[in-house]
């Protein structure tokens, strides 16, 4: 990619590095890219799971639901 004021990329740097921001990543691959994982608030008791969707239009779906923090079914209904 050559902008106004730079030389073009050559050779290793025309690959994206591993720490390169997901939307770019996105953008250039031209397919959505998904992080996700498991997070604990500071201070909170309760852990989150978090899906955050890139798009290649460089559009960003995030989700964010709190887990369960007991058993699935309520006392009583085993």
Request: a positive charge; charged letters at 25%.
């Amino acid at each position: 990619m050559v902008g106004r004021h730079r030389r073009p990329l050559t050779g290793e740097q025309t690959v994206l590095r591993a720490d390169v921001d997901l939307r770019l990543l996105a953008i250039t691959e031209g397919r959505t890219v998904t992080e996700e994982g498991v997070a604990a608030l500071p201070g909170g008791r309760h852990p989150y799971a978090y899906r955050t969707l890139y798009r290649p239009d460089g559009s960003v779906d995030r989700l964010l639901e709190r887990l369960a923090p007991g058993p699935l079914s309520p006392p009583g209904n085993e």
